[in-house]
């Protein structure tokens, strides 16, 4: 928790990935918004013990596979499914410019950078595409909050744009 | 206090502050633009900068001010643009994420437009970790992406990322920064695109020892069309000695491939300087045929003459006796990006 003396919520550390790409393209098909995920979503807000319990089952299980840090935000769709928050920079638009040629970090060199994990895992799964969009910053009043229960809530509707936004600028 | 960009062209049909840009208009025009980078002292006087922005008035464009560059701590960079106007100088101001959070990002940005500031330059920051507060805590609201997005709301939309209403809206030509050598290599034309979309009009490039890479990146970015969009600055330096080469070798997102290392370790101490130019030169005439490479963007470390001389070794030569480069475009216009202000 505490290599490098620096707090990983202050400066995070790059996270491999423990689940492939294209596994977790296939299993976010079964947690898409339907009936049953907003009934429960809706639920589970009313119901605080409830959002507690889940909340901790997401975090426990989203830290083992991508070193979520629970930014209730969740961008992982759009990066196949590497962490952007685990970049020290926490960069969710793509990688920095200090990246080393070998795909090593510039703040970690011991540590492959994020985002060029991203690159690869989106480009095996042609995700390569959703890259491109423009990701919005995030709201920091939401940590520590589930973001499946935002998701299915539709909060992340706005996160990013829906494409390159190079023909029609958006808003910001 | 008097304002240090009163006497510079001001359009003021919009009623906020548009300052004119020179570097705006030599690319628009498609002109070789040539850029200076200056850091700022780690000390309370302009004077440095104001000498060195003499010196070098008649050669450059514009020159950047560093922001905290290193991740160690100078005058900021709006206080060395000022300098800048003050002595002649047009400035860049670069501007980073790592230091400050969206409200105090507005903010300067805000004060940058009104102090006469016509360019900024939106990066992500390095990172404190190797610079000389490794204690700091890291900021990094936003990323440069957004910040150039930002940037780009104040000015066009005339209201804050909360959606309050500027009494008078900033009128930058915004820049961005790109390093083709960084991985992953395939990316950073979109990259690119990516900053095109959020507002950038211009791109400064990090060092540029590598020739073929930029030629690939280009061949990208030109296939991707952004090159019409957006006017593209590679970055250039001395390699002055085996001490500079070693230095700029440990800098993060700079790449020396290994005939240049070779050629730089072969040299007498004697030659060593006179090989900087030659291979300066050598570089910005092989990157001035490059399609979609606007202009060079020159580093020189601290070595004042370096500037004037490579520019004459090159062929270069000063502002006013510039060679078009071979068309202007569209997105290098004031009105021609759709991203742009008009």
């Not at chain 2, 206090?1 to 570097?23: C, F, K």
């Not at chain 2, 570089?283 to 490579?310: K, M, N, Y």
């Amino acid at each position: 928790m505490y290599e490098h003396g620096v707090s990983k919520q202050v400066s995070p550390q790059p996270v491999k990935p423990r689940a492939s790409a294209r596994a977790m393209f296939r299993t976010h098909r079964l947690v898409e918004p339907n009936f049953v995920w907003r009934a429960f979503a809706r639920f589970a807000e009313a119901t605080p013990p409830i959002y507690k319990v889940f909340t901790w089952l997401e975090e426990k299980m989203k830290r083992q596979l991508f070193g979520c840090s629970m930014c209730a935000q969740c961008a992982l769709p759009t990066t196949a499914y590497a962490c952007p928050q685990t970049c020290p920079k926490q960069l969710r638009n793509g990688p920095c410019g200090g990246v080393f040629p070998d795909g090593s970090c510039e703040v970690y060199p011991e540590m492959r950078c994020v985002w060029v994990i991203a690159y690869e895992r989106a480009e095996e799964t042609g995700h390569v595409e959703d890259l491109r969009r423009l990701v919005r910053p995030i709201d920091h009043r939401k940590w520590g909050q589930s973001s499946w229960i935002n998701y299915w809530r539709g909060r992340d509707e706005g996160l990013w744009t829906g494409d390159d936004a190079l023909d029609t600028p958006a808003s910001l | 206090m008097t304002n240090p960009g009163a006497d510079r062209a001001q359009d003021t049909s919009n009623q906020g502050q548009r300052w004119h840009s020179r570097l705006h208009e030599t690319l628009a025009n498609g002109a070789f633009a040539v850029t200076a980078e200056i850091v700022p002292p780690r000390g309370a006087s302009l004077n440095g900068i104001k000498r060195i922005a003499t010196h070098l008035e008649e050669w450059i464009d514009a020159a950047n001010i560093t922001d905290g560059q290193g991740a160690v701590a100078r005058m900021s960079s709006w206080a060395g643009s000022i300098g800048l106007l003050q002595a002649g100088v047009e400035p860049v101001m670069q501007f980073s994420c790592r230091d400050r959070n969206r409200i105090a990002l507005q903010a300067d940005l805000l004060g940058a437009a009104a102090v006469g500031i016509p360019n900024v330059l939106c990066l992500t920051g390095d990172h404190p970790r190797f610079g000389d507060h490794p204690d700091a805590r890291p900021v990094f609201d936003m990323d440069s992406v957004q910040l150039l997005w930002t940037a780009r709301t104040l000015r066009d939309e005339k209201h804050l990322l909360s959606g309050n209403k500027l009494s008078s809206s900033p009128g930058w030509f915004i820049g961005a920064v790109e390093n083709p050598s960084a991985a992953p290599q395939r990316f950073r034309a979109e990259r690119l695109g990516k900053k095109i979309a959020a507002g950038a009009q211009f791109f400064q490039t990090q060092f540029v020892f590598d020739v073929p890479i930029v030629e690939r990146w280009m061949e990208q970015v030109r296939d991707l069309g952004l090159d019409q969009r957006c006017g593209i600055i590679a970055g250039v330096g001395p390699i002055r000695s085996l001490r500079a080469l070693d230095l700029l070798s440990s800098l993060p997102g700079v790449y020396i491939p290994e005939d240049v290392a070779k050629r730089v370790r072969s040299m007498p101490p004697e030659r060593q300087e006179q090989d900087a130019i030659d291979l300066c030169s050598e570089t910005i005439q092989r990157l001035h045929e490059i399609p979609g490479i606007s202009g060079v963007h020159i580093i020189a470390s601290g070595w004042d003459d370096f500037i004037p001389e490579v520019l004459t070794r090159a062929g270069i030569g000063k502002r006013g006796e510039r060679d078009k480069v071979a068309t202007p475009t569209a997105g290098k216009s004031p009105s021609g990006g759709r991203n742009s202000a008009d």
